[in-house]
C-alpha cells in the first residue's frame, strides 16, 4: 500500500506525468507579461530615484542654453544628453521627473474608479434584483458622457492641477470596474462553496470579503492595468490643451503642449516625452494582457 501510494503518477500509456510548472516559471513563460513588466519596472524605478539619476534641477531655467540638441546633433553634447528645453531646463531631468507625475495620476486613478466600480459591480452581481438595476441605471448613464468632454468641462470650471486631473478623472473611469466586476461576482456567486458559506450561517459582508473578493481579484487586476493606461493617456491629452497639470510640473504631456510651437524647427523637444508616453502606455496594456493570459490560461492563443 505505501508503495502505491508513493508511486509517481502516470499517464494510461505508463509515462509520468510532466510536473506542474512554478509561478515563476509560468509567469516567464509569459512573454507578454515578462516584456511588459520589466519595461514598466525599469520606468518605475527611474521615477522613484529622479532625483538621484537627474543630473539637474527639472525646474532650473538658464536662458543661455535654450533649446540646445541632444547628443546626437552636431551642436549638442553629453553636458545636456537630451538637450533642454525652450526655456533651458535640461529635458532629460524633466523626463525622469515626468514619469512620477504618469504614474501617480495612473496608480491613483486606477485606485480611486476601482473602489467605486468594484463596490458597485460586486453589489450589483451579488444582491441582483433592484440593485443591479439601479447600477445598471448608473453605468448607463455615465457610458452616455464621453469621458474626455466631461473632464474638459470640469477641469475647466474648476481649474487645472495635479489633484483635479486625478479627482476628476478617478470619478469618471470606473464604469468598466463596474461591467466587469458585475459579471464576475454573479459568475461566483452561483458556484457551491459561495452556497455552503450561506448555508453555513456566514454573514453577506464575510462572504462577499471572503469568498466572492478573492475570486474575482485576477479581473480586478487586469481591468485595473487598462484603466491606468487610459488615465495616463487623458491626462496627457489634458495637459496638452492645457487643462490638466500645470507649469511648472514636468508632465509628459505638457511637456509635448510647450514644444508644439518648435515642431518644425526642434522635433526632437516633441518626439522624446511623445516616446516616453508610448513606451510607458505599451508596457502598461502589454503587462495586462500577459496577466490576462496568465489568469486565464485557457484563453491564450
Not at 72 to 87: F, K, V
Not at 170 to 189: C, H, N, P, Y
Not at 192 to 201: I, T
Amino acid at each position: 500500500m505505501s508503495a502505491q501510494l508513493c508511486a509517481t503518477p502516470a499517464t494510461p500509456n505508463g509515462q509520468p506525468l510532466p510536473a506542474a510548472p512554478s509561478l515563476a516559471r509560468r509567469m516567464l513563460q509569459n512573454k507578454a507579461l515578462t516584456v511588459g513588466c520589466a519595461i514598466l519596472l525599469v520606468i518605475v524605478i527611474v521615477a522613484v530615484l529622479a532625483p538621484w539619476f537627474s543630473p539637474y534641477d527639472p525646474y532650473v531655467q538658464d536662458l543661455t542654453n535654450r533649446t540646445v540638441p541632444p547628443f546626437w546633433y552636431a551642436q549638442g553634447g553629453w553636458l545636456h544628453p537630451l538637450g533642454t528645453d525652450p526655456l533651458g531646463r535640461d529635458y532629460l531631468s524633466r523626463l525622469f521627473y515626468g514619469a512620477r507625475i504618469s504614474l501617480l495620476i495612473g496608480s491613483s486613478v486606477a485606485i480611486i474608479s476601482g473602489l467605486i466600480g468594484t463596490t458597485m459591480g460586486m453589489l450589483a452581481g451579488y444582491f441582483g434584483g433592484k440593485t443591479d438595476m439601479a447600477v445598471s441605471f448608473l453605468v448607463t448613464t455615465r457610458l452616455s458622457m464621453p469621458v474626455i468632454l466631461v473632464a474638459l468641462a470640469t477641469v475647466a470650471l474648476v481649474g487645472g492641477s495635479l489633484w483635479v486631473v486625478i479627482a476628476v478623472l478617478g470619478l469618471l473611469k470606473w464604469d468598466r470596474f463596474a461591467v466587469v466586476m458585475r459579471s464576475a461576482t454573479q459568475q461566483v456567486r452561483a458556484l457551491e462553496y459561495v452556497a455552503a458559506a450561506q448555508s453555513a450561517g456566514a454573514s453577506t459582508a464575510r462572504i462577499v470579503l471572503s469568498e466572492v473578493l478573492p475570486n474575482v481579484l485576477p479581473h480586478l487586476i487586469v481591468i485595473a492595468t487598462l484603466e491606468a493606461a487610459s488615465a495616463i493617456l487623458l491626462e496627457a491629452s489634458l495637459s496638452f490643451l492645457g487643462l490638466g497639470v500645470q507649469p511648472p510640473l514636468p508632465s509628459w504631456g505638457l511637456m509635448i503642449s510647450e514644444a508644439k510651437a518648435y515642431m518644425f524647427f526642434s522635433f526632437w523637444l516633441i518626439a522624446i516625452p511623445g516616446s516616453a508616453l508610448a513606451l510607458l502606455i505599451f508596457a502598461i496594456n502589454l503587462a495586462g494582457d500577459g496577466l490576462h493570459q496568465f489568469f486565464t490560461p485557457q484563453e491564450r492563443a
